[in-house]
């Protein structure tokens, strides 16, 4: 069994979702946003709030598996330093309790939750309420939160089956 914790990383709202996987089987933990909208424009205290924000979520859901979205570099590239920074702040909170981190492209994620790497908010929204049976649609940041978790098992669960593919021709070979 895994818990996976995933995160949409954000300077001002920075989404989270939570999930169980048994096997093939995907249960909805918790899902949410750490806003650090109060903090106004100092960055530092909002990179505070979201270090203590995804530590208290660990402390909560005690996953054993974390998984973040990559920085897309867009028009932006001031806004990408700040994504970046709130990365960085869930991270070393991860990594602060000993979780080893997995890192996707918004594309990777789009591609393992909706089927396609351009698909929208709204499809993944739709796509996330659909896998977990939620009873209704999760807020956008923590739909992307869920859908990165969702990435992550998928993934988790793929290179598990290669491994033990390789060592099943391992074994083969050895006899």
């Known amino acids: 069994m895994n818990i996976i914790l995933g995160i949409d990383p954000g300077s001002r709202l920075t989404g989270y979702g939570v999930i169980k996987q048994e096997g093939r089987k995907l249960s909805y933990l918790g899902s949410g946003c750490i806003k650090a909208l109060a903090a106004g424009d100092d960055l530092g205290e909002r990179l505070q709030i979201i270090f203590a924000g995804v530590s208290e979520l660990i402390l909560q859901f005690q996953p ?28 070393v909170a ?58 992550h098992a998928h993934s988790h669960d793929s290179l598990a089956k290669m491994s033990g593919q390789a060592t099943k021709i391992v074994r083969r070979r050895l006899r």
């Open 64 to 91: 054993n598996m974390f998984a973040i979205e990559q920085v897309f570099m867009g028009v932006n590239p001031g806004g990408a330093l700040k994504l970046g920074q709130a990365r960085g702040a869930a991270i």
């Open 94 to 151: 991860a990594t602060s309790n000993n979780l080893t981190i997995a890192e996707y492209s918004a594309r990777q994620i789009k591609q393992s939750v909706v089927g396609t790497g351009a698909a929208d908010k709204t499809q993944v929204q739709h796509m996330v309420k659909s896998i977990l049976k939620l009873p209704a649609t999760p807020q956008a940041d923590a739909a992307d939160a869920l859908a990165v978790a969702l990435c």
